[in-house]
């Protein structure tokens, strides 16, 4: 497919270059800024909206192989686009766990065949995800495992932990973990704090979290690894990792957007829709990790879809499982809660949701300029989005913006040349 489209008048936020209002031309797969309007190409009023390089998501579940009943990769794909995301790294805790060269191979060839966007895998830790021996890290490697991570679960060994981190730092593989010391966080649902006292529920204690991060960077500065750390949502994680970005540590930091959006308080009546983990933090905490992602000590915006079946997260708090879907609400629910009131910049957003992410995991990293490939989304902050189970794309529909309306819409994914989605 070869369309053109010249989009009017657009904002164009594209990391590494200033923002400017301009008419830009994609025609044969690649941007050009022409000067006139050329025949016969269709044109798009970009009056108020913004162009930015296609979101990249780091962190998704797409539970397949294993649990289709919950996401697909289609689907997942759906959900992403519809999102603004041109791509996706998929967590290997399917069923069964990604810990072999072999099923890197058959999920990225399952991914090519039934995927609308490009799906990066990654490889677990260790095998089984049990937190016991490695996985084969240089075979998933040499197969095209981008990174490991036994998520959602920590490497509660250390001695394990160091052993992947000395393996990985001879690869060059991205050793990122889930920090979540389980002594401590036991059977806790939410945070442990006055609402969590109030409703009668078993507390995440922080320190779970705090000390599972400043074990696991110490790990990686001891072994001259690089790591990066997943769901940071805690002042005190943040500190902990400005600290050794201080000293020089290669460690790089993701945050979702639930954590940015919402407190504890979102829990409200024992909703199971906020049941994620790490938990939703006090206030406090928000406006730390807010201001982290603005300053940098946050690398990366990650959405940690988590897609899970109606039943299994309609059952009482306690049992239901932690998680929520995110690759069709990010991007309004940022530009809702803080880019249009100020909170956050588009350009900022661009770097942590486009091109860190990227650029961690060795990607191309889109950029919007004279003779690039096309990989974009058309961002319309006046359109308003009803996330009704159809809007949402996943097979699952445990999203706390189900039936909610947000301000702002991708009204056009382009990449390559392809028009993937058309709301315009
Ligand atoms: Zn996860």
């Known amino acids: ?95 069964p766990a990604v810990d072999n060269g072999g099923m890197v191979h058959s999920l990225r060839e399952i991914a090519s065949r039934t995927g609308r966007i490009p799906i990066e895998v990654a490889g677990c830790i260790t095998r089984g995800r049990l937190g016991q021996e490695l996985a084969e890290i240089g075979e998933m490697q040499s197969r095209g495992a981008v990174m490991i991570t036994d998520d959602p679960d920590p490497v509660a060994n250390p001695q394990v932990l160091r052993r992947a981190l000395q393996y990985a730092r001879g690869l060059d593989v991205l050793v990122a973990t889930t920090c979540d010391v389980r002594e401590i966080s036991g059977a806790g649902a939410m945070h442990d704090g006055p609402v969590s006292y ?76 906020y049941k994620v983990k790490p938990p939703l933090r006090p206030e406090s905490d928000r406006l730390a990790l807010l201001q982290a992602v603005r300053d940098g000590v946050i690398d990366i915006l990650a959405t940690d879809h988590t897609p899970h079946t109606w039943f299994e997260k309609t059952r009482d708090f306690g049992s239901a499982p932690f998680g929520m879907t995110g690759l069709a609400t990010a991007l309004p629910a940022i530009h809702h809660h803080l880019i249009s009131s100020g909170l956050l910049s588009w350009e900022i957003l661009a770097e942590r949701f486009c091109a860190a992410p990227r650029r961690l995991l060795g990607l191309d990293v889109p950029v919007i300029a004279e003779g690039s490939a096309v990989n974009a989304v058309l961002f319309d902050p006046a359109a308003a989005t009803t996330f009704t189970e159809e809007a949402l794309k996943s097979r699952s529909q445990n999203s706390p913006f189900l039936n909610q309306t947000l301000r702002g819409s991708a009204v056009l994914v382009l990449l390559g040349g392809e028009i993937m989605v058309d709301r315009c």
Not at 15 to 39: I, K, N
Not at 237 to 258: C, L, N, W
Request: glycine share 10%; hydrophobic share 40%; aromatic share 4%.
């Open 1 to 95: 497919m070869d369309e053109r489209v010249l989009i009017r008048n657009v904002k164009v936020v594209s990391p590494g270059t200033e923002t400017t209002v301009r008419d830009v031309l994609m025609a044969g797969g690649r941007w050009s800024f022409p000067v006139q309007a050329p025949e016969g190409v269709r044109v798009v009023d970009g009056t108020g909206k913004i162009l930015l390089p296609g979101l990249y998501d780091m962190h998704a579940h797409l539970r397949e192989p294993g649990r289709e009943d919950s996401e697909t990769i289609t689907t997942a794909c759906e959900a992403a686009l519809a999102g603004g995301f041109t791509g996706l790294t998929a967590m290997p805790d399917t069923v």
């Open 198 to 273: 109030r409703l009668g529920l078993p507390g995440l204690h922080p320190c779970a979290e705090e000390i599972g991060i400043a074990r696991d960077i110490r790990l990686a500065q001891s072994c001259g690894s690089r790591i990066h750390i997943r769901g940071i949502s805690t002042a005190r994680s943040v500190e902990t990792i400005r600290r050794y970005k201080s000293e020089g540590v290669a460690v790089t930091a993701e945050a979702f957007p639930h954590h940015l959006l919402f407190t504890d308080e979102a829990v409200g009546d024992y909703d199971t829709l």
